[in-house]
């Protein structure tokens, strides 16, 4: 039957990344030894190949610009929100879940954070404290309503994006921009150590954190095995609701982060602070199930995967293409991810 | 049966490798029209490779596959439809959410200028589903309303309906309970007649003594031997399967059960089809719940296990009253194996993650870090006692269907429970691991843990159990006390 029908269409519930009912692959796997060898490199390689024919097509375009250290920092700086929140939706969708709110939870912990500075003179560490608080309490409230089972968390995240926009309007004002930030908290992002941007390093921190968790903890054990088949997980003992909710917590968590760090490189707080920063860790994470043919969302592949985003924003900037034109290339590229990703998944 | 005339499909000296495992070794096989063939092997022998390269689901790595006396390459399953051969995998593969008649007729529904004639598709579903026995089955009805056993008779009727030349049944009745696998009996018969070559994969050999008129038995890879019609023997076939005769499995003695503790005490225990339940299981016993599809076998079971909640009467389970979440159970030291393999098997896991999913915190450095090299040295060697072959670090997915129930099974044995609750736990597994199994489950018990098989099958109910309750109509209407035989197993089933 088809097996390839049935996993497109699941695809825009994450619920099942190879879901309990994926029979084993049906289609036939190539013709004789050559040529499933053959496929069988192209699954394994196909978006690394695709990765660094990229960078070498940019490199040709603009080896002046693109190929130098200086550039290679700020793709990496670019990166760092990214990676970031492409490490913690990994966590989320590794459960079977979906986090659309996390846009908004940025915006409401940057604006609490900025808020404790400007209008009642705290300093950049209570700021900071604040600001990520802010997020794992999103966190918290998204992963609770989930875990209630009542609606699907595609919904109800999109729901809490709008409610955490909004009540960060409220508190700027109705969308003011707050630029009253103490001097430690710009230094939070502006320092380098050994010539590497603080962005950078806390990125990294925070990628291996989450592979540590995902690859070497129970808790990372129980979300993969939620996210293979739930109603087995049930069944193993595993609490697929609380579980679920620390995903959420963990997501939140990194939103908070991402959120200093914005507010901290722009020194300000403004309504657009998580523009442009939807869809990267989507295409990311989702990249990330193809490379090495992994099969399922993992650590390691979304932070190549985040660094691919970055790089082709950067090389978009770089060859002068216009910000309308970088946006729908980044769609496009989503779909055609989306595409490969369902592939990797069947075969896996 | 015509063995003179060209064979329908020969294969010549097929080999077929997934990466390093070769999974066939050099295979030759032919089958004609109207013949019916048995196909035996131990697990991961290679029965399910053999007729996937013959249905064109994948590609043999070397050899040749003729059909009609001519060679030919399948590039794709429908191809091998063309030439008139369908299989029924073995592992479910409806799509839950399309109604049975469109799985039924998918890519081939009755069309009048591109819509789809829905008169016609129902009226073709039910003739369908009639000819396997569903004749109570709504077809625009989505195939997830649907019990496993009524699905896997729905893939059984697509395949019929496409009134192929060859049919590929692997392993059929293996998720059907007894009585209805019996039904398949006579519709396989009456194709033969019609002229359609069956090749039939099972674990239960009696099955294949009734049917078949050839046995074709494959070991490791290749081809282990035929066995003609007459000489056609369970043991004969156990002894090609595993290279050695099955040792007689030592019968249940039942002891004085007065000073065991309780384990499980129900009273008036009541569900959705189950009532008046009164049961009282002991410390080491292995009980057995029997009775006919239907009758509430494993409900009862869920219902212990707290799986599925009572709507009457009282459970108490290890002293600590009724459960109410599968959590609780784990956390009391209950395990819960559920029927069909879907419902317990982590795709995108390894086999190892697989097998120790359930004792994962347990195994753990400070109950946060998996212990990785524990783990592996825990799945090793359960997997030799269970006799389960296959890589542990690759996925589950990769693994014959009766290894994958041997891994699943396994989180339960390595866990340690105080209750282990199994329905229908040796489903897909070969005959020869069946009875480690069983040894396994009496070292368990001998060890002092209760165990409860829900099993629609009378002779392993025999084989195993101390007691048997059977259930008729959700009611327990018989118990029996080893020593029984299957004949009072049977009567007590049908028993009003
Ligand atoms: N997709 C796959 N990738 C790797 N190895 C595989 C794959 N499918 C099957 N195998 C291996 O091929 C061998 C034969 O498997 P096969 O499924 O044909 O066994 P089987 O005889 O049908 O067993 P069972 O009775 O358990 O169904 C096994 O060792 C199995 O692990
Ligand atoms: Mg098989």
Redesign the interface.
Known sequence: ???Q??KATSLTEPAS????????P????????GM?FGR?WIQRYATLVGFAIMVAAFWIAEPAVFGTLDNMRSILELAAPILILAAGLTVVLSNGEFDLSFPGLIGLSAVVGVQLMSDHGANAAVAIVGALAVGLAGGLVAGFLVSLQRASSFIVTLALQTVFTGIALGLSGGGSTIADVTEGYISVTFNRVLGVPLPIVYAAVIVLAAFVLMR???????T??I???P?????????VGQTRMWGFVVMGLCAGIAAVILSSQTGQFSPDLAGGLFIPPFVAAFFGISVLAA??FNVFGTTVGALFVATLQTGLTIVGADSYLANIVIGAVLIVILFVAAQSRTQ? | MATREQPVVALRDVEKAYGTVQALRGVSFEIHAGEVIGMVGANGAGKSTLNKVISGQTAPTGGELLVDGEPVNFAHPREALAAGIALVPQELSLIEDRSVAENLFLGRMPKRLGFVLDGELQAQSRAALARVGLDDIDPTVPASELTPVEQRLVTIAEAISKQPRVLILDEPSAALPAETAARLEPIIRSLAADGTAVIYVSHRLAEIQRLAHRVFAMRDGRHAGDLAREEITIDAMVQLVGGSALREEPRPVVKTRADAPVVVRSRGLGGTLVHDADLQLHRGEIIGIGGLQGSGRSELLRLIGGIQGRSAGDVDVLGGGALETPHAAVRRGVGYVPEGRKAMTFPTMSVAANSTIALITDISRMRTFVDVGRERELAGGIAERVRMVGDLDAPITTLSGGNQQKACISRWLLKGVKLLLLDEPTVGIDVHARAGIHQLLRELAAEGTTIVVACSEPEELVLLCHRVFVMVEGGVAAELEAPFNVEQVVAASYAR
């Not at chain 1, 990344?17 to 084993?24: K, V």
């Not at chain 1, 049906?26 to 030894?33: I, K, M, V, W, Y």
């Not at chain 1, 070497?216 to 129980?222: A, K, S, W, Y």
């Open positions: 039957m088809t097996d029908a049935h990344p190879t879901s309990a009912n994926a029979p084993e049906q289609r036939p796997d190539g013709a004789r030894t499933a069988h070497f903890t129970v808790f990372g054990r129980q993969l095995a996210g293979s088949n109603g087995a997980a049930r069944l193993a003992g595993i609490r099969g399922r896996a």
